[in-house]
Protein backbone atom coordinates (compact mmCIF):
# COMPACT_ATOMS: atom_id res chain seq x y z
CA UNK A 1 0.00 0.00 0.00
CA UNK A 2 0.88 3.90 0.08
CA UNK A 3 1.32 6.52 2.50
CA UNK A 4 0.15 9.89 1.64
CA UNK A 5 1.01 13.34 3.25
CA UNK A 6 -0.07 16.96 2.18
CA UNK A 7 1.26 19.96 2.60
CA UNK A 8 0.92 23.37 1.62
CA UNK A 9 -2.27 24.65 2.24
CA UNK A 10 -3.10 27.92 4.12
CA UNK A 11 -4.81 31.34 4.47
CA UNK A 12 -5.20 33.04 0.81
CA UNK A 13 -6.30 35.90 -0.15
CA UNK A 14 -9.39 35.79 -3.46
CA UNK A 15 -7.25 35.65 -6.33
CA UNK A 16 -4.07 34.82 -4.69
CA UNK A 17 -2.25 31.27 -5.05
CA UNK A 18 -1.12 28.07 -3.13
CA UNK A 19 0.85 24.68 -4.15
CA UNK A 20 -0.09 22.01 -2.58
CA UNK A 21 2.21 18.76 -2.61
CA UNK A 22 1.41 15.48 -1.31
CA UNK A 23 3.91 13.19 -0.83
CA UNK A 24 3.93 8.96 -1.07
CA UNK A 25 5.86 6.11 0.28
CA UNK A 26 5.47 2.56 0.58
CA UNK A 27 4.35 0.90 -2.38
CA UNK A 28 5.41 2.27 -6.28
CA UNK A 29 3.81 5.56 -6.79
CA UNK A 30 3.88 5.43 -10.13
CA UNK A 31 1.76 2.38 -10.32
CA UNK A 32 -0.88 5.16 -9.36
CA UNK A 33 -3.48 7.09 -10.13
CA UNK A 34 -3.63 9.91 -8.13
CA UNK A 35 -6.72 12.61 -7.18
CA UNK A 36 -7.40 15.83 -5.15
CA UNK A 37 -10.41 15.72 -3.87
CA UNK A 38 -12.11 18.31 -1.14
CA UNK A 39 -14.13 18.69 1.51
CA UNK A 40 -15.74 22.18 2.18
CA UNK A 41 -17.71 22.77 5.50
CA UNK A 42 -20.74 21.20 5.87
CA UNK A 43 -20.79 19.76 2.40
CA UNK A 44 -19.86 16.36 0.89
CA UNK A 45 -16.41 15.63 -0.39
CA UNK A 46 -16.01 16.43 -3.90
CA UNK A 47 -13.19 15.63 -6.72
CA UNK A 48 -11.45 18.48 -7.72
CA UNK A 49 -8.54 16.53 -10.45
CA UNK A 50 -6.97 13.65 -11.30
CA UNK A 51 -3.59 12.36 -13.14
CA UNK A 52 -3.04 8.95 -14.73
CA UNK A 53 -0.35 7.51 -13.51
CA UNK A 54 2.15 8.56 -16.02
CA UNK A 55 0.92 11.70 -16.00
CA UNK A 56 -0.44 11.53 -19.64
CA UNK A 57 -3.65 12.04 -18.89
CA UNK A 58 -5.56 14.63 -16.37
CA UNK A 59 -9.18 15.68 -15.64
CA UNK A 60 -10.88 18.73 -13.84
CA UNK A 61 -13.76 19.29 -12.36
CA UNK A 62 -15.62 22.14 -14.34
CA UNK A 63 -15.77 24.40 -11.30
CA UNK A 64 -11.05 24.61 -11.45
CA UNK A 65 -10.27 24.28 -14.71
CA UNK A 66 -8.29 26.80 -16.15
CA UNK A 67 -7.39 27.84 -12.98
CA UNK A 68 -5.21 24.85 -11.38
CA UNK A 69 -3.22 22.35 -12.11
CA UNK A 70 -2.42 18.90 -11.36
CA UNK A 71 1.30 17.26 -11.80
CA UNK A 72 3.77 14.37 -10.59
CA UNK A 73 6.90 13.74 -10.59
CA UNK A 74 7.23 9.73 -10.46
CA UNK A 75 11.22 9.88 -9.52
CA UNK A 76 10.23 11.92 -6.67
CA UNK A 77 7.62 10.40 -5.67
CA UNK A 78 5.42 13.21 -5.22
CA UNK A 79 2.36 15.21 -6.50
CA UNK A 80 1.10 18.65 -6.83
CA UNK A 81 -1.75 21.07 -7.17
CA UNK A 82 -1.19 24.43 -8.41
CA UNK A 83 -3.79 26.59 -7.47
CA UNK A 84 -4.55 30.53 -9.31
CA UNK A 85 -7.21 32.74 -9.02
CA UNK A 86 -8.56 31.30 -5.74
CA UNK A 87 -12.04 31.86 -4.54
CA UNK A 88 -13.52 32.17 -1.54
CA UNK A 89 -15.59 28.89 -2.25
CA UNK A 90 -12.34 27.36 -2.99
CA UNK A 91 -11.90 26.99 0.72
CA UNK A 92 -11.79 23.37 2.05
CA UNK A 93 -9.62 20.64 3.15
CA UNK A 94 -7.85 19.30 0.55
CA UNK A 95 -7.04 15.44 0.15
CA UNK A 96 -4.50 13.58 -2.10
CA UNK A 97 -5.83 10.01 -2.98
CA UNK A 98 -4.80 6.83 -4.93
CA UNK A 99 -6.20 4.18 -7.08
CA UNK A 100 -4.48 1.35 -7.31
CA UNK A 101 -6.99 0.32 -9.82
CA UNK A 102 -6.43 -0.15 -13.77
CA UNK A 103 -8.97 2.23 -15.24
CA UNK A 104 -8.80 6.21 -14.84
CA UNK A 105 -11.32 7.26 -12.96
CA UNK A 106 -12.38 10.51 -11.04
CA UNK A 107 -15.05 8.23 -8.72
CA UNK A 108 -13.76 8.70 -5.50
CA UNK A 109 -14.63 5.08 -4.37
CA UNK A 110 -12.19 3.61 -6.71
CA UNK A 111 -9.43 5.65 -4.47
CA UNK A 112 -8.09 3.03 -1.70
CA UNK A 113 -5.98 5.39 -0.20
CA UNK A 114 -5.88 8.66 1.15
CA UNK A 115 -4.13 11.51 2.91
CA UNK A 116 -4.79 13.28 5.81
CA UNK A 117 -5.80 16.50 4.28
CA UNK A 118 -4.76 20.32 4.35
CA UNK A 119 -6.92 23.22 5.31
CA UNK A 120 -7.43 25.98 2.81
CA UNK A 121 -8.43 28.87 3.28
CA UNK A 122 -9.63 31.90 0.75
CA UNK A 123 -10.44 35.23 2.15
CA UNK A 124 -12.90 37.71 0.49
Known amino acids: QVQLVESGGGLVQAGGSLRLSCAAS????????MGWFRQAPGKEREYVTAISTSGSRTRYADSVKGRFTISRDNTKNTLSLQMTSLKPEDTAVYYC?????????????????WGQGTQVTVSS
Open 97 to 113: AADDGVAFTITQMAYDY
Open 26 to 33: GRTFSSYH
